[in-house]
């Protein structure tokens, strides 16, 4: 590689990551002075679990999370097989429909949704959540599911079909077994997503619905302090194993899925 | 029987998917133009329905008559709506501009790592994706305020006597801007880069072409749909970015998003803050008209 290539990819990297490391490291700090190294302490995470309102938050989140992404992987999961198909009616408008909701700035998708449910009369609470984010990350789900089924072998669908197996049954053997490890992605991505949303969550949620973000967010606004750097470095580090574990099983099940037969 | 059964279960599937999707995405949108031509009220919820559904026909009649463009005209005149629609679109632009400068030799350098290398620098270009947005966003906190990181490093070489007051400015918002999307300009420009044939820029080599001559001619026009996707996936985000202007912006860093969300949740006008989302709208929607041309035309190409 070319040294100049290199410097350019070893400071794009230390840019993403030093803030985070930096996070990462203070949230040990003794001191309450977040940018003043006081000495190596785990306190400001003993003090989190004493903060019911934030483990009552934490629920929520990882209840929604479940919920949303479970919807959202199943609907993401069919909208990705009927673009699939080689004829679709009206395949530009629905195809719009599903990558839309990925670059709509989230404040347009927080308040329509909101006044959606408003105007149906249903209370906003847990259930809105989970819906406003299944709908969003649906189209994840369904993106990363359709490049995969792009890229299997129809030759297997169709033998399969010749030695006489019925539908669901290709679908179940054959097909489902390919495309997993996009459709476990999928869901990871879709949970990770709505674990992180705050925007829309602030939208859509009502009293006693509190999530994460939403709480992390009124502390934010007040200031840095070591306990928002602890639990930012306990959710970085869920996320982070979240994601190995992810990739290596999208490795293996992938090295598996293509051993021929 | 079983081909009636058969179509149902083909049939089935799309219906669910674009019917969820056309219920809490498409319908969403109608309702919020409805409301932005509404007035205001101090009721629950707060504002007064246009269209009353139980009234059949002349519900419709009074629908026309009460329509009104009031909210728009507010935000016409309202000098404040503009200048944030300005400072908007300037620091999507800027902002976008800075990230295709910054990820350009990134991703590139990528593409042109060894083979094996090539996963895991994109897992690592890929990761920050899936870590909260808004904890990433909060870490620049700590480093840009008065008393922050920069300052007490750049204080301690000397290289400045006071410290610089970069939180709360449009500098702030920029390096959180570009913090924040560098990986949506990296990956599809590193996406087309890697595609690309490096024979070309050999025969171009041989051919005579400098070495800047080989990049504008060939390498430059070939990743142009990764650069257009890179930009798209950044600029229009960015333009209706809530939680960076809030966060490492200042009171003059007014942007759509942050009106919105002001207009909504401290002024509680529902009506004005559906005009702002319909404004925001408009400006995103030609990018996305001219996103999907794009990707039709690159999907065509390859089937």
Redesign the interface.
Known sequence: MHPLARIALALGLAFLYGPILLLVVYSFNESRLVTVWGGFSTRWYAALLADSALVAATTVTLKVALASASLATVLGTLAAFALDRRRLPGRPLLSGLVYAPMVMPEVITGLSLLLLFVGLGIDRGLVTIVIAHATFTLSFVAVVVQARLRSIDRSLLEAAADLGAPPEQVFFTVTLPLIAPAVIAGFLLAFTLSMDDLVIASFVSGPGATTLPMRLYSQVRLGVTPEINAISTLLIAAVSLGVLAASLIAARRGRAAGVPV | MTALA?RL?QVA??V???G???A??????A??LK?SLSDPATAL?PYTPVLDWEAGIAGWANLLAALDFENYRTLVRDPLYLDAALTSLAVAAGGTALLAV?GY??A???A???RRWQPL?V??????F???????V??????L?G???LN?ALLALGLIDQPLAILNSPAAVMVGVV?AY??FM?LPLYAALERLDRGLIEAARDLGASRLGAFLSITLPLSLPGLVAGA??CF??I?????IP??LGGADTLML?RV??SE??SNRD?PL??AV?MA??LL?ALP?VL??EAE?RRLEREP
């Not at chain 2, 897992?123 to 920050?128: E, G």
């Not at chain 2, 909060?138 to 480093?143: D, F, H, P």
């Open positions: 058969e279960r599937g799309p669910l998917a674009f969820w999707l056309a809490f995405f498409g319908l969403p949108f309702i919020v409301i919820p910054i030799p990134i590139y350098a990528m042109r790592a060894a620098l897992a690592l270009m890929v990761v920050p899936w870590t909260s947005f808004l904890i990433r909060y870490a620049w906190i700590a480093i305020k008393d922050g990181f007490r913090y560098l990986p990296v798209l996936l229009i985000p333009v209706g970015e809530f939680i809030d966060l998003g919105l969300w909504f949740f529902w803050a559906s989302a925001m709208l995103v996305v996103f999907r039709a």
